[in-house]
């Protein structure tokens, strides 16, 4: 997909930008960026349905690195590998522009929510009253605040798509009521930063292998 750094890009534009590169891509890359882009296409019309905008975008994200699916931290383990590599492939800085000029009140706000910390959950569910889950949480939230103020990509990213990673579980796994007023603000805010990081697997980024589900002919 094309760069985001300078605005927002919609998935017309990225179909767009694809068409032309697209006879010159792998095999693997053009399936990848045609997936990603009809997902995100559909999420770009549910404007009124926070839910389903942002388990569209999350599907959107899959299509453009998952390779293979298995045990929980594997696949969260893989979001991150590959969001390390689209950083330190990322010449015009987009990632950074993205956490830092568009969603820094979001993100603080995301980072300082417990609800979307996993081991908040893991602690409830297991009756632990140790407080350690509290302390690393704090801990987690200093390091991501002034991460923010010193625009440190590299902290910041993996703290924020664990949050994001955890909004997708409560959704996916039945976690949560559809159009809770709960928390409407986390997933409001979740679906925005998605949507700008989901066209971030753009077309020069670093080779993602072989899709978990290839185009098989009838």
């Given amino acids: 997909m094309a760069s985001v750094t ?10 767009e930008a694809h068409r032309h590169i697209h006879d010159a891509q792998p095999g693997s890359t053009r399936v990848r960026l045609h997936r990603a882009i009809s997902w ?9 349905d926070t839910d389903v905008r942002f388990l569209f975008l999350w599907i959107a994200l899959n299509a453009g690195y998952a390779q293979e699916f298995g ?3 594997a696949e969260r383990e893989q979001l991150r590998r590959v969001f390390d590599a689209l950083l330190a492939h990322d010449t015009e800085v987009g990632l950074q522009d993205i956490l830092f000029k568009q969603f820094t009140s979001p993100i603080r706000t ?16 297991e009756h632990d009253s140790s407080n350690d889950w509290a302390d690393r ?3 987690k ?13 590299e902290v910041v990213l993996p703290v924020v798509l664990d949050r994001l990673y955890m909004l997708r579980n409560q959704l996916v796994h039945g976690g949560a009521t559809w159009d809770s007023q709960a928390n409407p603000a986390q997933l409001r805010d979740g679906a925005a930063i998605l949507g ?3 066209p971030m697997l753009r077309d020069d980024a670093p080779d993602l292998g072989e899709v978990a589900y290839p185009m098989i002919p009838n």
């Fill in 196 to 198: 700008q990081l989901v």
């Fill in 110 to 125: 995301l980072v300082a929510n417990r609800f979307v910390y996993a081991r908040f959950w893991q602690a409830l569910r």
């Fill in 137 to 139: 949480f704090a801990t």
């Fill in 6 to 15: 300078g605005g927002q890009m919609d998935s017309t534009t990225l179909k």
């Fill in 71 to 73: 045990f929980e931290n």
């Fill in 40 to 48: 995100f296409n559909r999420a770009e019309q549910e404007d009124q």
């Fill in 141 to 153: 939230q200093r390091m991501a605040l002034q991460a923010v103020v010193e625009r440190r990509t």
